[in-house]
């Protein structure tokens, strides 16, 4: 069972930056393929960004695309989310998610492992 632990949130004014983090571990913490979801008040669970293993490969939500960077450090099992000119809209819980495929859903229902969220708020 793979665990994954978020951290690095907090409260920002509009157009600044924070990085989020995912650690896992636990059997098969490694060769992982990690997505970043978030969920506001009120609202579904929706994608952010994900990376596959190697990190060749990343995907983004149109909304964060071009202010959001996904990256993993392997050697250390874990995956960050820089986010940058960020926006009230951007306020919600974060959650990452780890799947065993080497495929980057978009889907919450097919990630296997979930954290247990980090708040990012960000104020007007």
């Known amino acids: 069972q793979v665990q994954l632990v978020e951290s690095g949130g907090g409260l920002v004014q509009a157009g600044g930056s924070l990085r989020v983090s995912c650690a896992a571990s636990?059997?098969?913490?490694?060769?992982?393929?990690v997505g970043w979801f978030r969920q506001a008040p009120g609202k579904e669970r929706e994608f952010v960004a994900a990376?596959?293993?190697?990190?060749?490969?990343?995907s983004y939500a149109d909304s964060v695309k071009g202010r959001f960077t996904i990256s993993r450090d392997n050697a250390k099992n874990t995956v960050y989310l820089q986010m940058n000119s960020l926006k009230p809209e951007d306020t919600a819980v974060y959650y990452c998610?780890?799947?065993?495929?080497?495929?980057?859903?978009?889907?919450?229902?097919?990630?296997?492992?979930w954290g247990q969220g980090t708040q990012v708020t960000v104020s007007s």
């Open positions: 998610a780890a799947r065993r495929l080497d495929d980057n859903s978009r889907y919450p229902a097919e990630y296997d492992s």
């Open positions: 636990g059997r098969g913490a490694s060769r992982l393929t």
């Open positions: 990376i596959r293993w190697g990190g060749d490969f990343t």
